[in-house]
RNA sequence: GUGGGUGUAGCUCAGAUGGUUAGAGCACCAGAUUGUGGCUCUGGGGGCCGUGGGUUCGAGUCCCAUCAUCCACCCCA
């Protein structure tokens, strides 16, 4: 083989395409039905947009991004997530200057430089949604409720919603205060990442997956503990909503966004059985993010949901994917004589609205009709010097293998009806 | 970036201790008395045994390197 494909990508074959299709239509539905509308940014932007907006200490910034000058020498960075560029489109397009809140949707690929592994891409596909310019707390939960409606109507189940609250500027201080305080005794048995989290941002070190860390973090205040008066009605009008909508989540209060403009809700969604990475979505609220890429204070909330682990997740749990047949009609040649007519027949189902097609391969009639049993259409239409003497054509349902001598005349009729 | 597993046909895999023309199943193609798919049977095409080096009379098999892939850490979707 002369050039295989980039490490960490890979091609959707025609054979699982309707699983995509599947994801997208029923996303855009539940996008419909929740008044999100859709917008398409561009697959790359300004580096420095996405160092503002995912935050330059973050591990996407620091070592995962796809970034290269450009002809112009100019720093071009491939998405490594969808909300930085919303964000900036809301800012850039004056979308704040319409009805509030703008509620927006996206579906694409995004790039991070990671080493793959079970359900983890250099190159995955997410659908998100964001919303603009509210800061009620129906939001984070409608956003939540969205996600999982999304994933029922997949068929997806056993899934675990994990929501938090990680303060606002207010309060968030105040844990960083005594984070630092209660883990300065045993800063140096800290792993060497969580060491560096204690000087740039403690909070993370209660996310660490490390046993050492998860023992030392035992008894260590969290998120909850410090919230202050604002943020803690704003996550129990958040829970409110989601138990009025009879939505099941666990409260998971180390469940840590670690940007500094991410505020009040975060939230996970875990599936089980697909391996290590069994995120299949996260999100939460950044009231501080327009700030940050230059625009005036506005709130925002949203989430990303991961395409192929939830494609992992629906193959591992055996839920079927609706399948579209390929072709309502295959249309076979009897023998040589037929084969102008065949596609002539071919076109004008066509032109019908009929799914068709026919052999290029020079096959025997038993190879076309056994061609066409692979195809699996509903029809086979058969042509031969009798038929075409006739007008008609044989039109056999594949089926139940039954055949019958229709005129062409009533063929598409026939073939709809 | 770190660690482990695996690279033989389109796919899934056999090929003890190195030894003739490298096999199977599935898939693909053709045929089973000449106008009909699915089942069955017969036959056929297809392999620089990931790549490069080394050891050896001889390497798919042993050694080294490299690349790819899978899994895990980290992080995330």
Same mark, same amino acid.
């Given at each position: 083989?002369?050039?295989?494909?980039?490490?960490?990508?890979?091609?959707?074959?025609?054979?699982?395409?309707?699983?995509?299709?599947?994801?997208?239509?029923?996303?855009?539905?539940?996008?419909?039905?929740?008044?999100?509308?859709?917008?398409?940014?561009?697959?790359?932007?300004?580096?420095?947009?996405?160092?503002?907006?995912?935050?330059?200490?973050?591990?996407?910034?620091?070592?995962?991004?796809?970034?290269?000058?450009?002809?112009?020498?100019?720093?071009?960075?491939?998405?490594?997530?969808?909300?930085?560029?919303?964000?900036?489109?809301?800012?850039?397009?004056?979308?704040?200057?319409?009805?509030?809140?703008?509620?927006?949707?996206?579906?694409?690929?995004?790039?991070?430089?990671?080493?793959?592994?079970?359900?983890?891409?250099?190159?995955?596909?997410?659908?998100?949604?964001?919303?603009?310019?509210?800061?009620?707390?129906?939001?984070?939960?409608?956003?939540?409720?969205?996600?999982?409606?999304?994933?029922?109507?997949?068929?997806?189940?056993?899934?675990?919603?994990?929501?938090?609250?990680?303060?606002?500027?207010?309060?968030?201080?105040?844990?960083?205060?005594?984070?630092?305080?209660?883990?300065?005794?045993?800063?140096?048995?800290?792993?060497?990442?969580?060491?560096?989290?204690?000087?740039?941002?403690?909070?993370?070190?209660?996310?660490?997956?490390?046993?050492?860390?998860?023992?030392? &973090?035992? +008894?260590?205040?969290?998120?909850? =503990?410090? !919230?202050?008066?604002? #943020?803690? /009605?704003?996550?129990?009008?958040?829970? @409110?909503?989601?138990?009025?909508?009879?939505?099941?989540?666990?409260?998971?209060?180390?469940?840590?966004?670690?940007?500094?403009?991410?505020?009040?809700?975060?939230?996970?969604?875990?599936?089980?059985?697909?391996?290590?990475?069994? &995120?299949? +979505?996260?999100?939460?609220?950044? =009231?501080? !993010?327009?700030?940050? #890429?230059? /625009?005036?204070?506005?709130?925002?909330? @949203?989430?990303?949901?991961?395409?192929?682990?939830?494609?992992?997740?629906?193959?591992?749990?055996?839920?079927?994917?609706?399948?579209?047949?390929?072709?309502?009609?295959?249309?076979?040649?009897?023998?040589?004589?037929?084969?102008?007519?065949?596609?002539?027949?071919?076109?004008?189902?066509?032109?019908?609205?009929?799914?068709?097609?026919?052999?290029?391969?020079?096959?025997?009639?038993?190879?076309?009709?056994?061609?066409?049993?692979?195809?699996?259409?509903?029809?086979?239409?058969?042509?031969?010097?009798?038929?075409?003497?006739?007008?008609?054509?044989?039109?056999?349902?594949?089926?139940?293998?039954?055949?019958?001598?229709?005129?062409?005349?009533?063929?598409?009729?026939?073939?709809?009806?």
């Amino acid at each position: 083989m002369a050039i295989s494909r980039p490490r960490g990508t890979g091609d959707i074959l025609p054979g699982e395409i309707h699983k995509w299709h599947y994801l997208e239509d029923t996303f855009r539905e539940v996008c419909r039905e929740y008044k999100y509308e859709e917008i398409r940014t561009p697959i790359f932007e300004h580096t420095e947009l996405f160092e503002r907006g995912v935050g330059d200490t973050t591990d996407i910034v620091e070592k995962e991004m796809y970034t290269f000058l450009d002809r112009g020498k100019r720093s071009i960075t491939l998405r490594p997530e969808g909300t930085a560029a919303a964000v900036r489109a809301y800012l850039e397009n004056k979308l704040s200057a319409g009805p509030q809140p703008v509620k927006l949707y996206y579906t694409g690929p995004m790039f991070r430089y990671d080493r793959p592994q079970a359900g983890r891409f250099r190159q995955f596909h997410q659908v998100g949604v964001e919303v603009f310019g509210s800061r009620d707390p129906g939001l984070d939960a409608e956003v939540m409720a969205m996600a999982m409606d999304y994933y029922a109507r997949l068929g997806l189940k056993e899934l675990e919603l994990r929501i938090n609250s990680v303060g606002c500027p207010q309060c968030r201080p105040v844990l960083g205060e005594r984070l630092l305080e209660f883990f300065r005794p045993s800063l140096e048995e800290l792993c060497t990442n969580c060491q560096g989290r204690y000087q740039r941002n403690p909070l993370r070190i209660l996310d660490c997956k490390s046993s050492r860390c998860g023992e030392l &973090s035992v +008894g260590a205040p969290t998120t909850l =503990d410090c !919230l202050c008066n604002g #943020c803690a /009605g704003h996550f129990a009008k958040v829970k @409110g909503y989601l138990d009025l909508l009879n939505i099941s989540y666990s409260v998971d209060s180390r469940l840590v966004r670690g940007l500094d403009y991410y505020t009040h809700t975060a939230f996970e969604i875990m599936a089980t059985d697909i391996g290590a990475q069994s &995120s299949i +979505g996260g999100g939460g609220r950044y =009231d501080g !993010l327009m700030e940050a #890429c230059g /625009g005036p204070p506005t709130p925002g909330i @949203g989430y990303a949901l991961g395409m192929e682990r939830i494609i992992l997740t629906m193959e591992s749990q055996g839920i079927a994917f609706p399948e579209q047949r390929l072709i309502d009609a295959f249309v076979v040649s009897v023998d040589p004589g037929a084969e102008m007519k065949a596609f002539e027949i071919v076109f004008m189902l066509r032109k019908n609205g009929l799914g068709a097609d026919k052999d290029h391969m020079g096959r025997s009639l038993k190879a076309q009709m056994k061609y066409a049993g692979k195809l699996n259409p509903r029809y086979t239409v058969l042509l031969g010097s009798d038929e075409l003497a006739r007008g008609t054509a044989g039109l056999k349902d594949m089926a139940s293998g039954v055949q019958e001598e229709v005129p062409l005349s009533g063929l598409v009729q026939r073939i709809k009806g």
